[in-house]
């Protein structure tokens, strides 16, 4: 007999109930794998809902499109995740250390912008310390942007050379060649031992601070502070020896090299906390209100903190010493460098030179500890180093010697070689003859190379002068 219409009518609503159960029951599951999400630190964007970023609108345009071009080279749909840190940068707010405060975040905030109300934009927040591939041509080498951040990688870049050439404990002799026999773990090792050994520089050789983020906010967004989701999830771990802090930092690398792990701004929170932001105010002087600079549409460090990295003091010139400047009958006193650093700094700027303003770097920077120089080359930051530590104490190593050069670009894919001549001066004689601004024609880098030995002649060795 067949079924009569009416049977499936009377079913009907039982199958609806059936499905309404359904619905509610992976509506439940959803939620619960938001919440999961949310305890790990990702964020999962709703219709109709706003997250936290979305008060961050104004300054992460450029973000957006960098996730949208993001999620199509892995397959994902725009706009599921809005920013994301991966579970094992995380550290448990048990570890120990103290949890940030409102009142230390808003300090940070004010050295950095001058206000509490700015925030590092996308390009700052995805900055990190990453190695070229191991065993490679460059196994040395951190990939470093353009952008704002890349001066504060490359002077962590000097101090990576500076430790596998010349302080590594097993390094039995400097050279070139040991820079190219370099595995995962020793670039780990090295970032480590670099990073520990700049804070150390800033505590003034008594203690040090590591920022680390958890997965707890210590404090939310008040009249007076803006939140950015990862200051307010900052742990700070204090040490008062060197060995510990370095092991630590060890155990941790992953918080400052992996993808997603603000490593290079957890650094800079570190160098001013270890400073302290009291004495970084004191370092400073009139010319100098905040640490960092709004052009172009980013954010660029100012000298002070290259100088905080480089001798663990944010003076905010490159002359020696303290200079008295008389300006409308009144005296300002500028802060400048008061002893030598391990890593040196060479600074040159074409359009500087044509007007007659080009800064004269003193010889506490020009002459470092360490044959290492961060370059500052018409505001592109580069390294510049020799691998014998005599040629910046004894006269006769410099008539002629090789340097090496690592402009932090990812079109470089080997080191440069440059030798360096200051016996004969044949680029001086042939432009001098010729006539014309030989400054005009040489490229920057040799000009960089003379502003520390002067008259110098620079053979590329084969290379394509590109800098």
Not at 95 to 100: A, E, V
Not at 308 to 330: C, M, W, Y
Not at 412 to 422: G, H, P
Not at 443 to 464: C, D, F, Q, Y
Request: aromatic fraction near 10%; proline fraction near 3%; include cysteine.
């Amino acid at each position: 007999m067949e079924k009569q219409p009416a049977d499936r009518t009377q079913r009907g609503p039982i199958f609806k109930e059936m499905e309404l159960e359904d619905i509610t029951s992976k509506i439940s599951e959803l939620d619960t794998w938001r919440s999961i999400f949310s305890s790990q630190g990702l964020e999962i964007s709703r219709p109709g809902i706003k997250t936290i970023q979305d008060n961050h609108k104004g300054d992460e345009e450029n973000e957006d499109r960098s996730k949208t071009s993001s999620s199509k080279k892995h397959g994902t749909s725009p706009g599921s995740v809005l920013y994301s840190i991966p579970r094992e940068l995380i550290i448990s707010s048990d570890l120990g250390g103290q949890p940030i405060t409102i009142e230390m975040a808003m300090e940070l905030r004010k050295i950095l912008f001058g206000n509490t109300f700015q925030t590092f934009n996308y390009e700052w927040k995805k900055s990190f310390f990453k190695f070229r591939e191991a065993f490679s041509t460059l196994p040395y080498a951190l990939e470093a942007e353009k952008g704002g951040t890349r001066a504060i990688q490359m002077v962590v870049q000097a101090h990576i050379i500076k430790y596998l050439q010349f302080t590594k404990k097993d390094q039995e002799q400097s050279s070139f060649k040991s820079l190219s026999e370099i595995s995962q773990k020793q670039q780990e090792k090295a970032l480590a031992a670099s990073l520990a050994d700049i804070l150390w520089t800033t505590g003034a050789m008594k203690k040090a601070i590591v920022c680390l983020i958890t997965n707890e906010s210590y404090f939310s967004e008040s009249p007076n502070y803006k939140t950015d989701n990862f200051t307010e999830r900052l742990h700070l771990f204090e040490f008062v020896e060197k060995d510990k802090m370095e092991k630590f930092l060890c155990a941790h690398i992953h918080c400052f090299k992996n993808e997603g792990s603000h490593g290079v701004i957890l650094f800079l929170y570190s160098v001013l906390f270890s400073r302290t932001i009291l004495s970084v105010h004191h370092d400073l002087d009139q010319t100098t209100a905040h640490l960092l600079h709004f052009s172009l549409g980013n954010y660029t460090v100012r000298q002070a903190v290259l100088n905080l990295i480089l001798t663990g003091r944010a003076s905010p010139h490159v002359f020696n010493g303290d200079q008295i400047l008389e300006e409308q009958k009144q005296e300002q006193k500028l802060h400048g460098v008061l002893a030598r650093s391990d890593v040196g700094y060479l600074y040159w700027s074409r359009d500087e030179m044509e007007q007659g303003k080009l800064p004269k770097v003193g010889s506490m920077l020009k002459t470092p500890k360490y044959p290492i120089w961060l370059c500052n080359i018409n505001g592109t930051y580069s390294v510049l180093f020799g691998t014998n530590t005599s040629l910046l104490c004894d006269w006769k190593m410099e008539h002629v010697f090789d340097l090496y050069f690592y402009s932090g670009q990812l079109s470089q894919t080997k080191t440069v070689r440059l030798t360096i001549d200051t016996h004969s001066h044949p680029w001086e004689g042939r432009y001098k003859t010729e006539g014309g601004d030989h400054e005009k024609r040489f490229p920057s880098l040799e000009m960089t190379v003379r502003t520390k030995w002067e008259g110098a002649a620079i053979n590329w060795n084969g290379a394509v002068p590109f800098f």
